[in-house]
């Protein structure tokens, strides 16, 4: 199961508290650390996604919903053209 958006991308580093908690976690968990994206700031986690299961994305060069070329949003699915 992958976690809630409540629990975000941080439940793969330590298990999380919030409900459900996980029956069985990793010990070390399944990543060190959160990769940055590469503007230096935090993916986006939604699970349920809009797009996908869960969406996993950034809002690009600039920080804002939208936009085009370098700040043009990027995730895990394919954008339309």
Request: charged share 25%.
């Amino acid at each position: 199961r992958y976690p809630t958006s409540e629990q975000g991308l941080q439940a793969l580093v330590e298990p999380s508290t919030l409900d459900p908690e996980p029956r069985n976690f990793r010990q070390g968990g399944y990543l060190e650390e959160l990769p940055l994206d590469p503007w230096g700031r935090p993916y986006l986690y939604l699970s349920p996604g809009e797009n996908k299961s869960v969406d996993i994305y950034t809002l690009g060069a600039d920080g804002l919903s939208g936009g085009e070329d370098q700040n043009a949003d990027i995730g895990n699915w394919k954008a339309e053209d």
